[in-house]
């Protein structure tokens, strides 16, 4: 398990083209979340919640400022490795919920779970994909194929994939938005606890205001990033 980790974002800014516009999804923005730490990020469609996520899942070219994530002795930093190197750092330190589950339909359950232990070459993790899941109460669907089971039982298994090598940071982008109430409020339980438990940062984008008063700290992203005229 990690024992110290931190997630330092340091005025980051992040533009999109569109077409003679720009739009500044990021603007500015600074934060820290300590070891075992959570952060909910709320604002309404648009306002660039999973642009946030995408950065800090070293998915996002950044226009300046820079993200760090400290593990143990050891600092990453975002803007100085190459997308190569945030590929290989983000399979192994940080785990991704989405809201669509994002399972691999041609695998089991159990292979799902399975699967960033064998990306990594962590054949010890791999007995604990099983463990995990009857943490989770779904021991008897080991042998399932997704599709066969309820949008809340899926992002259960999502969960259990996301956090079995304990990742030093977990982002998870609307993970109950496809879930009725009492699903979301199980979902949202096990990350919170899951993270909490195991020494975890959490980064959590939703729409409900219950889930996001769960975190430690709140980010609330304006309701629009202003565009402009880019310059000639
Ligand atoms: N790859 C992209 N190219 C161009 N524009 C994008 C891209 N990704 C997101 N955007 C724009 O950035 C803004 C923020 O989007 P997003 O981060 O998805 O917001 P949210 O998750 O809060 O709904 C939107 O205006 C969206 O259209
Ligand atoms: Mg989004």
Redesign the pocket.
Known sequence: MTHYSALTVHQINKH???GSRQ?D?IRDLSFNVAAGKSISVT????????????ALAGLVELDDGDITLEIEDRIFSYRAANERARTAFRRQHIGYVYQFFNLVPTLTVLENVRLPARLNRRPDLEAHASTLLSDFGLSDRLHDFPEKLSGGEQQRVAVARAVLLKPPLLLA??PTGNLDSENSAQIADLLFSSCRDQNIMLVL?THSHDIAAMADTRLH?DA??SSSLAPE
């Open positions: 999109y083209q569109d739009i999804v604002g309404p469609s648009g306002s660039g919640k999973s642009t946030l996520l995408n982008d609307e984008a992203l629009r990033p």
